[in-house]
C-alpha cells in the first residue's frame, strides 16, 4: 500500500518496472543481452535525442508510412478484437 502514492511520479515507473521485467526474462530464461537496454525518455536524453533523430530521417526519406489497417471490431466487447478472440468467424477478414 505505501507504494502506490509513489507512482505518481513518473521516475518512480522507469526505476520500478524495468528491473522487474529483466527479472521475469531471467525466470522464464530468455537470452537477452542486458547491456543493450535503453529508455527513451528524457531520463536517458543521448538515447532520447538518437532515436528522435533516427525517426525524423527515417520520415524524410519516405521510409515511415502510416495508413489504415483493417480491423475486427467485437460490439459485444465494444473494442477491437484480435482474430483468435473471436469466439465465431475465425479468419473471416474485414
Known sequence: EEEIPKFQNASHWLDTFPKMGVEDLRTFGAGVDYRRSFITTDKNPYFDSFVRWQIS????????????????????????????????????QP
Open 57 to 92: 530521417s527515417l520520415k524524410r526519406g519516405g521510409r515511415l508510412h502510416f495508413g489504415q489497417r483493417p480491423a475486427i471490431f467485437s460490439p459485444k466487447d465494444n473494442q477491437l478484437c484480435a482474430d483468435h478472440d473471436r469466439s465465431s468467424g475465425e479468419g473471416v
